[in-house]
């Protein structure tokens, strides 16, 4: 089993940054690839951001690129999300995932389906 807890949502101004961490627990995730999906209110789960588990490959959405960073402390067990120049349309609840595969990287790395353990998620509200 694995536990994943996600932090460091909150209220931010447009403009403003936040840093979300994924605490995990349960299984070391150093041969994991790691993955941040968020929910905008009333639409589906997509992916935002996705990290091999060395960390030397990563994956972003075309709207947040330039704007956003993931990275992981495989020794901590954490993976981060840095999240700059926010905009409205970033609010979502964002959520962190383990792959099902170990070292595994590839077009799949921005499938959901392709995760199999989530946390519970940190709400995200940017405000104009």
């Known amino acids: 089993q694995v536990q994943l807890v996600e932090s460091g949502g909150g209220l931010v101004q447009a403009g403003g940054s936040l840093r979300l961490s994924c605490a995990a627990s349960?299984?070391?995730?150093?041969?994991?690839?790691m993955g941040w999906f968020r929910q905008p209110p009333g639409k589906e789960r997509d992916v935002v951001a996705a990290?091999?588990?060395?960390?030397?490959?990563?994956f972003y959405r075309d709207s947040i690129k330039g704007r956003f960073t993931i990275s992981r402390d495989n020794a901590k067990n954490m993976v981060y999300l840095q999240m700059n120049s926010l905009k409205p349309e970033d609010t979502a609840v964002y959520f962190c995932a383990k792959d099902q595969q170990q070292t595994r990287w590839g077009p799949g790395a921005s499938a959901s389906n392709e995760y199999d353990y989530w946390g519970q998620g940190t709400q995200v509200i940017v405000s104009s």
């Open positions: 349960g299984r070391p995730l150093t041969n994991y690839t």
């Open positions: 990290i091999s588990w060395s960390g030397s490959k990563t």
